[in-house]
DNA sequence: CGGGACTCCTGAGGGC
DNA sequence: TGCCCTCAGGAGTCCC
C-alpha cells in the first residue's frame, strides 16, 4: 500500500485508539514477514503499555514501556485493523478488494490489548516485518540510517535538493523515489509530483533548472498534504464498512491513468506508460517537458 | 557509488 | 472453469 500519507493516516488512527493501551498478549499467526517475527521479543510485550506511536518515512514506530522500540514497515500490503470493546473493526489503511470475512486468513499478529481490544496486523504478500530495539540503540538502526530528510519538513528544500542532485546523472522520478534523496515518497506520488512539476520523469536530473527545483519541493508538500486531508489513497477500490476509507486516489491526475486524456483542459494528448526502474510510469507526453 | 536485474509473497485481472 | 501471463503503493541484495 503505502507511502508517507497513507501511513502518517494509519498513524494518526492507532495513536487516537491504541497510544497508553496494555498489552496483554500477542499471537503470532504466521511470522515469516520480510525478517521473521522475534517470538522472544513479542513475549516481552506482556503487559507492557503503548506509550507512544510515530512516524518516519513509511515506517511505524511504536514505544512499548520505556526501553522498547517495535519498528513496523508495511510493504506493500501490510495494514492494521482495530478492533474496540464492540468488536467493531476499523481499519487503517486500505489495499485490495478483499473479503471482509475471507481476509482474516491474512492476519498474521494478533496484539490483544486491555478491555478486549485488539491490534491486528494483516498482510497479503508479507513483504511488511515488525522489528524490535532497545530505545538507546535505536537511533542507530539500519534501516533510518541512509533515509533523507521528511518531505514536509524545512529541510527539504530548493538548496537541499539542489545540492542533492548536483553531481547525480539519474532520471529525476528514479531518484526521488530513493528513500535517501526524500523519505516517503513512492511510485504513486512520485508520478503526481512530476505531472503537476510539469517535468518528465526520465529527465535527467542534471537537466533540472532551479524554476524546477522550486516547484518539485511545493508540489512535494501540496500532494503529499492533500492526500493526508483525505485519508490517503485507497487504489482497488476497497470497500468496507467500518473504518474510514482514503479518497485521493480520485485525484490522481496521471497514476492509473494509461489511454486517458490528460486533465488539463488545454491539452488533447493520452497519457502515457511506460517503465522507470521497472516501476509503472505515467506521464503526459505534452505537458511534461 | 551507480544502476540494473532479481528476490521475497499472494492475489487480481485479462486473454484464450 | 481453468490455465497462463502480467502486474501490484517496497526495498534489500547481488553483480558488473
Same mark, same amino acid.
Given at each position: 500500500m503505502p507511502e508517507l500519507p497513507e501511513v502518517e493516516v494509519v498513524k494518526r488512527s492507532l495513536e487516537k485508539k491504541a497510544q497508553n493501551l496494555i498489552i496483554k498478549k500477542v499471537k503470532i499467526n504466521d511470522g515469516n514477514l520480510r525478517y521473521k517475527v522475534n517470538k522472544y521479543q513479542i513475549l516481552k510485550l506482556r503487559g507492557r503499555r503503548i506509550k507512544k506511536i510515530e512516524r518516519r518515512s513509511k515506517y511505524l514506530i511504536f514505544t512499548i514501556h520505556k526501553d522498547t522500540v517495535m519498528l513496523v514497515h508495511l510493504g506493500m500490503t501490510g495494514k492494521f485493523f482495530f478492533i474496540d470493546k464492540m468488536n467493531k473493526r476499523f481499519k487503517t489503511s486500505f489495499y485490495y478488494k478483499l473479503d471482509e470475512n475471507k481476509d482474516t486468513k491474512f492476519n498474521r499478529v494478533i496484539f490483544f490489548l486491555q478491555n478486549n481490544q485488539k491490534i491486528i496486523y494483516n498482510?497479503? &504478500? +508479507?513483504?511488511g516485518f515488525i522489528k524490535f530495539y532497545n530505545s538507546n540503540d535505536f537511533e542507530k538502526n539500519s534501516h533510518f540510517r541512509k533515509l533523507g530528510p521528511e518531505p514536509l519538513s524545512n529541510k527539504f528544500n530548493s538548496k537541499y535538493l539542489k545540492n542533492y542532485f548536483s553531481n547525480r546523472k539519474r532520471t529525476v522520478k528514479d531518484i526521488l523515489m530513493d528513500q535517501k534523496c526524500?523519505?516517503?515518497?513512492g511510485n504513486i506520488y512520485v508520478n503526481e509530483i512530476l505531472y503537476l512539476s510539469k517535468i518528465k520523469p526520465f529527465k535527467n536530473v542534471k537537466k533540472i533548472s532551479n524554476n524546477e527545483i522550486t516547484k518539485l519541493i511545493l508540489n512535494t508538500k501540496k500532494v503529499l498534504e492533500d492526500s493526508i486531508k483525505l485519508g490517503g489513497s485507497s487504489i482497488k477500490n476497497f470497500s468496507s464498512g467500518d473504518g474510514k476509507k482514503g479518497?485521493?486516489?480520485?485525484?490522481?491526475?496521471?497514476?492509473? &491513468? +494509461?489511454?486517458?486524456?490528460?486533465?488539463?483542459?488545454?491539452c488533447d494528448s493520452i497519457i502515457q506508460r511506460t517503465t522507470i526502474s521497472n516501476r509503472a510510469t505515467f506521464f503526459c507526453e505534452k505537458c511534461q517537458k
Open positions: 498482510d497479503i &504478500r +508479507k513483504f526524500v523519505a516517503g515518497l479518497t485521493f486516489q480520485q485525484f490522481f491526475k496521471v497514476y492509473g &491513468r +494509461k489511454g486517458e486524456k490528460c486533465t488539463n483542459i488545454a
